[in-house]
Structure formats: C-alpha cells, structure tokens
C-alpha cells in the first residue's frame, strides 16, 4: 500500500525545485532500477509489483494500480525507485569533456549521457539553462549510464574562461571534422542549444570551430539534431585514438 | 472557419488506415509547410492563421482555436497543411541505401530519415512492421527532410534475397566499422529493432557484419539508440568517400 504522503512525495519530484529541497530523484523500470542498484547511488525506498528482496524498510510491494497512479510513465514497468541525487565530482580535464550549452530537451539530455557513457567520457558539463539530468524523462532515457558519467551544472563562461585545454566547437562554417589534424584527447566539445546553437558568449571562447560535413542536398540553415552531432563527433574523436 | 468535415477529414489522418485510403498525410509548421511546398508533393489544402497567398480553392484561414482542435502537437504552430502522398521511386542499387527491420518509434524513424538526407544517402527501404513515414510524428521529425528522400515499404528478407551488392548490419560481434576494410560506396545499411536489433531472419542474409566499438565501462547487453547508430555508421561511411 501506498501512503498518502509517499505518493505526495513522489509527485513532487517532478519538478527541480522540489528534487533540490529534498535531494531526491525518481527513477523506474525494473532494468533502470536494477542497475542504479549496482552503482554507487544511496537508494532511499522501492515501490514495486514483485519484491526486490531489499531490507524491509526499504521496499514497499504495490499494485499495479497504485503504480500507475505514481508512475511518470504512460505505460509503467514493474517498479518506481527513489534515489539520493549524488555529489558530483571535481571535472577531469585530462580527459575529453563534453559540455552543453543550454540543451534544453529531456530525450536529448538522456541520449548524450548515453552516448557519453558509450564513449568512454567521465565528464559532462553543463550551462545552468541546460535541462536537470534528474528530470524523470532524462532518467529513463539514460537507460543506468547516468550512474556511470559525472555531470556538473556550472555558469558554462566562467568555466571556460579559467580553463587551458582546446575548447572545440560545433559550427558550419568549422573545419571539417574528417580531415582536422588536431582533435586532442584532451579538451571541451562544447554542444550548443537545439533551436539557436552555441550561444555568443560561448562561442568567443571556443579555440576550435569543427564542422560535420554535409553530403545531401539540405540548405544551409539546417541543422543536425544535437544528440545525432553529439555522437558523430565522439565517434570521430574516439575513433583516432584507436588509430593513434 | 473549419467544416465539420474537414474537422473529420483531419482526425481521421492520425491513423495510417485512413492516410492509405485517402492518399493523404498532414504536416504541421510554416517551415515544414514552407519546405514541402517547394518539393514535388501535391497539396491538398492549408489551414492557417497568416496567409500563405496559394490559389483560393487551396488555402483556408482559420482561427489559432481552430488550429488547436485540429493540430496533433501539443503547440501547434500558425499552420496544418494536408498534402497528397506520394509514389515511392524505384531503388537504386548504385548508391549506399538504408534499410530499417522494424524500427517502431516515430521519432527514430524521423531522425534517420534526416540522417538520411544529411549524408546523402537517397533511398531507405523499410520492413512492413516499420513505423509509417507519414505518421504525423515523423513528418515532424523529419523537419523537410521526408520530401528528399525516396521511402519504400517491402518484404525486406524477399528484397535482400534477390540483391546482389553487400548488406551491412550493426552487430556486438561484428568487425570494428572505423578499422573495416572494405566499407562499399554500394550496399545495403540494414538496422535493427529498438528491442530486439535485426531479426534472425534478416541476419541470415548479411554480408558483413560490422560493430561501433565501445569505449566506456558498458555491460554487454547495452547497445546505443538506432538513430545514434545510425548516425555513427553513416558518419563513418561516408567519411571514407571523402578520403578515396
């Protein structure tokens, strides 16, 4: 059975405001659950259809009616976690970082921590109009790997600003990505907003402006959708530092 | 002002049933609208809030209330167009093509369609079970793109049965695609299922199998998003043309 206040509670952490009071985020799905489980995250209770074997006080059984009366989801599966939102850890610049520059869609949000965690990258950061990565939907669409990438919310300028390591950059009018000569292993791509791209600011600051380049016959103005840039350029970073 | 049949007409163009019996499909949005009027697609009628100056018989002004009992996104945006859908082209094998084995969401199906239309690849052929590219939210997604891309829906296992160039698949255990050797200017990019990849049926009949290798700590079992792969392998693909 389902309280009164833990279905309140719940609810709540929909919204950011009450996931930063309360320091809690909601993840669901048995296979999500399953795998936040393993990681580092400090469960804080279980609502499910079929026991987990946890300790008691940690696991409520409920029925799919109560479920679907919690559930963020259209089609609930199984289970509904409550989790502690972890400390994130310091940025390691040794390393190829990726930063977002206000992306502001949850699909989006989950599909690059996905590929992150696809290619080996420790570190994402993000501007503070970038969506919460413990938004339900981004959540569910990291599908575990938000477990496994170390995700800071900073004022993205200030940050670059500080920093010395190549600062690389999605534009059109980049060199070509394919035939660059200098994609570090070291450095920030730095992925822009999904209706207007990298913002000025951000953009004065990137040392690096690559470009991918068009085959079809679209025109100029338009775009890749921001997951899809994402993931070819990791790929094309990753991929020379197999050939290295 | 809207008819009542127009109204039905409209509603009814939500389900793939009725688009194949009446030939027609619905696009949302003045830019998309924009876009396919300039394609070769036959339209039937705009709705809109501003005028678009197309012959009488073709334009209908209508009010944003009006719009919003019509529209099939949430913010509808100052138009709705109804256009006629049209005959697939017949496929050309000299080209690198793109075939899907039921790829069931809208949403992958029209970000691989603009995919499609990025890298130049002109002709994606879909299993029967493939989501239909003129569900409303695929022509969302598609954003124009859907006007420069040939789709045909057939028996994909007859059609791969009767090819003579090579078919590609993304399989875990395939060859490392950024190491492969001999990534054709022709052939055939099979992808695969969100739940299930390529059926075993069509796996029978690939050529080479080829895999995007993973760099991070991933367990066995977690793939990337078919569009992501998408992306990634016709990235790579492609590449390789500007090097020869």
Same sequence: chains 1, 2.
Avoid at 72 to 78: A, E, G, I, Y
Avoid at 97 to 122: E, K, S, Y
Avoid at 132 to 161: H, W
Avoid at 215 to 237: C, H, R, Y
Wanted: hydrophobic fraction near 40%; charge should be neutral.
């Amino acid at each position: 059975m389902l309280s009164k206040n833990q279905i309140k509670l719940i609810n709540k952490l929909k919204l950011k405001k009450h996931r930063v009071e309360s320091n809690l985020f909601v993840a669901e799905g048995i296979k999500t659950i399953k795998e936040l489980l393993q990681s580092d995250l400090k469960l804080q209770h279980v609502y499910a259809t079929e026991p987990f074997n946890l300790e008691s006080t940690k696991e409520t059984l409920i029925s799919e009616t109560d479920l679907k009366r919690v559930s963020f989801l259209t089609t609930p599966n199984q289970a509904l976690a409550v989790f502690e939102i972890p400390k994130s850890k310091p940025i390691d610049l040794s390393q190829l970082c990726v930063a977002l520059d206000d992306v502001r869609d949850p699909g989006n949000l989950g599909t690059i921590i996905r590929l992150c965690d696809w290619f080996g990258i420790h570190n994402l950061i993000c501007n503070k109009g970038t969506v919460d990565c413990f938004n339900p939907k981004v959540v569910q669409a990291t599908m575990g790997s938000i477990t496994r990438v170390n995700i800071n919310y900073l004022d993205l300028e200030s940050f670059l600003k500080e920093i010395d390591v190549p600062i690389y950059g999605a534009f059109m009018e980049g060199e070509n990505v394919y035939t660059h000569k200098n994609l570090s292993e070291t450095g920030v791509l730095v992925m822009g907003n999904e209706a207007n791209g990298v913002s000025k600011t951000i953009e004065a600051l990137i040392t690096e402006k690559i470009a991918i380049p068009r085959f079809g016959e679209l025109k100029e103005t338009e775009s890749l959708n921001v997951a899809t840039a994402t993931s070819i350029l990791l790929s094309e970073f990753k991929r020379r530092s197999i050939e290295m």
